[in-house]
Every structure is written in C-alpha cells, then in structure tokens.
C-alpha cells in the first residue's frame, strides 16, 4: 500500500519517489549534456565559415569533414569497428583516360598485417584490368598464403560506384584482378580524368608468417602448466594464476561461475595463433614487440583486458615503431590510447597530413578525432 491511515508515506511510495528523483536528476544530465554538445557544433558551424579562405583542394577536404562529423553525430553509439584482419585501401589513379595500350600505373606499397599491398591499373586495348598485389614482410616461412575476402570498388564524386566481390588466396607473389571492366564503363566514372578505387581486404587466414618463437608454450610446458588454450591449430600450454594476474577476462575465465573453469582445455576463438603466441611471450617478459607484431599483440591485450601489454606496446609505439603517423593514430582510436592520439595529432603540419588520414578510411575514426582534424584545417587556413 502508498499510504497508511494517517496519510504518512510508506516505505513503498518512499522507495519510488526516490526512483523517480534519480530518473528526474538523470534527464536533466542528458540535457545538459545535449545543450554542451549544441555549444560545440555550433561553435563549430562559424568555424565553417572560414572556409571560404581555402583553395578548391581544401575547400573539398573541409566539405568531406562536415558529411564525416554529421555521419558520427547520428551513429557515434552505433559505430561498427573493424577487426585488427580487416583494412580498406584507397587510391586514385591519375590521367587514366590518357593510358596507352599495354601501360600500367601502380599505387604505392601500404603495410597491413606483415605485408606490402599495392594496386596496379592496366589499359589493355578495349578495356582496363585492375590488379592486387601483396608482398610479405621479411621474416616469413618458405611457403606463405593469405586467404581474403576482397571487394573492388570503383567510385565517382558524385557517389556513383561498381562493386565487385570475390575470394581469394595470395601466395607466392600471386596477383588477383579483373579484366572485364570495359572502357565505355570506366569512362563514366572518370572525374578529371582521375579514377578511384578501393579495395575492402577481410583475412581469413594466414599461413606461413611470423617470427621464430623466443619462448614456447607447446606440450614441452606440460609438467608446468595447469589448462591448455586451444587457437584453431595451435595448443598452448599456460599457469591460469599466471593469466588471472595480468587479466581480468582470463581470471574471470578460469576462477568466475563459467563451465570454463572445470575444463583442462579451453577454446580462444577468432584470434590468430602467431599474434597469441607473441601476446603470451610479452606477458612472460620477452621482447617480442615489433612493427610487425606489435599490432597484434595490442589487439589482444585490449580484448583480453591486459593493463601491462597496453602500456608496453603504446610506450613502444610511442618511442620505437617505424609505422606511418596514420596507422599509429589507427591503432590508437582502436585501442583508446590517449597518448598515442595526441602525439599522433601533434605530427598533423599541413594539409595533405589530413588528407592522409582521410584517404585511409578509417573505421574507427571517432567524434573528438574528427573534430581535432577539423580544427587543424581551419588554423591551416589562418596562416
């Protein structure tokens, strides 16, 4: 009951005025936290305004930043991120209406997952083959392959585009195109005689790479080892108090309420074995972090919640890593590494940096980003 004889309030009615309250103090943060963002775009919007200082070139990277910011505004709680074996690759051939017979023109060489990959376009005599090249990274195995879900597009500026999907396995410098696309169609997406393409590249499994382990974890570690981890192939023989203590989702794994606690074997799905096993040598004190690893093990310490790994692979990538300034900012957003993402917006000087960035796609690009990025063009203006 609400009320007893005298009219006093019950613990009842006691109980849901104070839900009420609690409701009532939440609807007005959400307010005034939609009321601050309101501040920032319009703040935002007179920043805009400087555009008309620009050149056409920058004109166009600022008008990108706007769709890209509106896009984030609507979906910032919806984002879909792609995983460390999915990338985009993105590259625009020049004067392609002009190719001669027989002449090629190729896209520079860009690291994903221990290998170069690179775009090549070809006039043949009634039409234009495209063409996908990937190249490993040194160290690798004598016999290497890639299994990849591929998706060509070609795209206009006004939005029109052609898809094309297909499968594919990579292996010693295997190449992969499409000859079929006829003249008469790539001509209309032309735009200055200039031709767009990207490429979607999902891996689905990669044979062959990786550095010599410098620890093992194999059946050699049996008589010191209390479960076994399961990545597809791969067994690794591991101390549970020894993960529990550098993760809270192996801890919560082998001593939480799961029916995993019980097993003497446990399945890791959706990882790869090679990242796993630098991921392992890190937490047990081997330097086995490098520009061809360290992306993986990173992945994996933020999906398994190792504090230690994040710090060392971040400090690597901050003083060490030879990667681009795009794929480090990247991994940054992906792993919400504060510092990285500074120092990585600190390299930002001019603006073709900002149109790396953009030219690259990145799925993972978030609001605050966006808007660094766009505040950057506008003091580029003001110089």
Avoid at 114 to 122: G, I, Y
Avoid at 143 to 159: A, Q, V
């Amino acid at each position: 009951m609400a009320n007893n004889e005298k009219g006093e309030t019950t613990p009842e009615r006691s109980e849901k005025n104070e839900v009420l309250e609690k409701l009532k103090l939440m609807k007005n943060s959400q307010k005034q936290k939609f009321d601050e963002f309101a501040e920032r775009l319009q703040s935002m919007e007179k920043s805009i305004a400087k555009i008309l200082k620009f050149d056409d070139n920058e004109k166009r990277t600022m008008m990108k930043f706007e769709k890209q910011l509106e896009s984030l505004e609507k979906n910032q709680n919806k984002m879909e991120h792609r995983s460390e074996k999915e990338f985009v690759l993105k590259h625009v051939f020049e004067n392609v209406a002009n190719l001669k017979i027989n002449e090629t023109v190729t896209s520079k060489d860009v690291e994903h997952i221990n290998a170069n990959w690179h775009m090549e376009v070809k006039r043949f005599g009634t039409h234009l083959g495209f063409y996908f090249y990937c190249k490993p990274i040194a160290p690798v195995g004598d016999k290497w392959s890639i299994e990849t879900n591929i998706k060509f597009i070609i795209m206009d500026n006004d939005g029109n585009i052609a898809i094309k999907a297909m499968k594919n396995r990579f292996k010693e410098r295997d190449d992969y195109g499409y000859e079929e696309f006829l003249w008469e169609d790539v001509e209309y997406y032309l735009a200055n005689n200039n031709l767009t393409i990207q490429v979607e590249v999902e891996i689905l499994k990669m044979t062959g790479f990786g550095k010599e382990n410098i620890r093992e974890f194999d059946e050699s570690q049996k008589d010191v080892s209390d479960v076994i981890l399961a990545v597809q192939d791969t067994k690794f023989y591991v101390q549970k108090m020894y993960l529990a203590l550098h993760s809270s989702y192996f801890k919560a794994i082998f001593f939480g309420k799961f029916n995993e606690s019980e097993k003497s074997e446990i399945e890791l799905k959706d990882i790869n074995p090679d990242d796993f096993q630098k991921f392992l040598e890190l937490i047990h004190g081997e330097p086995s972090i490098d520009d061809n690893t360290v992306s993986g093990i990173l992945n994996l310490a933020d999906m398994y919640d190792v504090p230690t790994a994040i710090r060392r692979c971040e400090e690597f990538l901050l003083k060490n890593s030879q990667k681009s300034m795009v794929q480090k900012l990247q991994l940054a957003l992906r792993c919400n590494l504060e510092s990285l993402k500074t120092k990585c917006l600190s390299e930002i000087t001019e603006i073709s940096d900002v149109k790396s960035i953009m030219a690259a796609n990145l799925p993972e690009m978030d609001l605050s980003t966006a808007q660094a990025l766009l505040q950057k063009c506008i003091d580029f203006s003001d110089k």
